[in-house]
């Protein structure tokens, strides 16, 4: 079983950066691959991030291309999504969720989520 408690949303304005955590119990972190998602109010769940287990493979959504990074710290059971550029249009809750397998972009595929963080992105 594994617990993810994210941190890091606010309140910023466009062109600000923002970096999300996702923290995760359980000694067996390095076993799952991770993601970001996010949810804006009326619309479904949209993959925004991945990595692999070790972090050396990423994968994006176009429209984040550029301006967002995921990464983890294996040391620290922590995944990270650094937000640079950030848009009205990025503002949304944002979630962690892991995976027991290689990266994925379908919310589905998803073992484990976290409670999400709030991004709000003024113009």
């Known amino acids: 079983q594994v617990q993810l408690v994210e941190s890091g949303g606010g309140l910023v304005e466009a062109g600000d950066s923002l970096r999300l955590s996702c923290a995760a119990s359980?000694?067996?972190?390095?076993?799952?691959?991770s993601g970001w998602f996010r949810q804006a109010p009326g619309k479904e769940r949209q993959f925004v991030a991945a990595t692999s287990r070790s972090g050396g493979t990423t994968y994006y959504a176009n429209f984040v291309k550029g301006r967002f990074t995921i990464s983890r710290d294996n040391a620290k059971n922590t995944v990270y999504l650094q937000m640079n550029s950030l848009k009205p249009d990025d503002t949304a809750v944002y979630y962690c969720?892991?995976?027991?397998?290689?990266?994925?972009?379908?919310?589905?595929?998803?073992?484990?989520w976290g409670q999400g963080t709030q991004v709000t992105v003024s113009s």
């Open positions: 969720a892991f995976r027991d397998g290689g990266p994925a972009d379908i919310a589905g595929r998803f073992d484990y």
């Open positions: 359980g000694r067996t972190f390095a076993s799952y691959a």
